[in-house]
DNA sequence: GTCCTTTAATTGTTCGAGCAATTAACGCGC
DNA sequence: GCGCGTTAATTGCTCGAACAATTAAAGGAC
């Protein structure tokens, strides 16, 4: 018990604890983490990062594509995934070259090589989502989904705000 | 259209999109990433990034107390602490002193000077909890908190059977 | 008292991620 | 044709975050 401001007497009205502020926010902080981090965990064992999976699901499904396109459906910025695609490159999943339309863009697409991980990366992504589906029956797993679509669009529209507004 | 490889012909059946798989997981990343984002944008008015204002929350709300302890509750690594810790004492923000007790803990503790920014703090998260729950009434949000907090049950219940199995 | 296990903290390394700034190719207006 | 704004990609920097390994203090077993 490190302290007991708040049982003793009149030193100072018992603000409000902080941690009591937000509890929607702190329930996404720690959803996201132990989420990620049990991705991670699944993940390494087929030696890929967690993120760089969206990045290949979203080559697989859509084949050969440029950066800025991948940045955008995954939702990472630029220099994000410059380094990503190299480090993938590296591991010989992905391969890079210039378009020959534009100059300016280099096309990405998986390699053959990587088709060996996409089921492993499936296999990966249904055994995280009983994970995280569990107990939940279907039902309850729909609700769910609609719940976070809504926190989603929330959290989107407050950032189109602030981009437009300031 | 990047490739049409599933319209054509019979070279193999058309796979699901790998994206498809594990909708809730996509949820939860897409929520996590612009949540984090959106705290980051706020934070950064202050002078902290993501995650630093969870150890400062912390420190107001408990007192003085250990790293060790620190990272049980806002669940990150002793590492992550560590280095969290150094870049708010070179901030001014907190105080570490060894403990007289155990030679092994240093006892970390939020400087007068950070009083100012607890108040700052709680604004930031007051607003990206608006930012969040926006148009849900309180009976809705009192039902994401649940499924919130069932889908963490969850996974926290995976990754302790991880460590216990394996 | 000495050894051995546990625990707290740290450093090293790698990665995702964001912001800022830079470079290079494009394309439009004129 | 030329300049100028736009867009794609990259590099530099800093952080949070994870894993591995190391150091040092503490505490039991004996």
Known sequence: MPNDADTAAGEEPPRARVSDVGPLSHAIFRVARIHKLLAGQLLREVGL????????????????????????????????VTRSVRRLERAGFVRRSPSPQDGRVTIVEATPASMGLRGAVVRIWAELEQMTAAD??????????RALGGLERNLSAAEEARAGGS
């Open 136 to 145: 939940l029956g279907e039902g309850d797993r729909q609700e769910v989904l």
């Open 49 to 80: 990062h967690p993120g760089q999976e969206l990045l290949m699901m979203r080559l697989w499904d859509e084949g050969p594509q440029r950066q800025t396109d991948l940045a955008a459906v995954i939702d990472a910025d630029a220099p994000t």
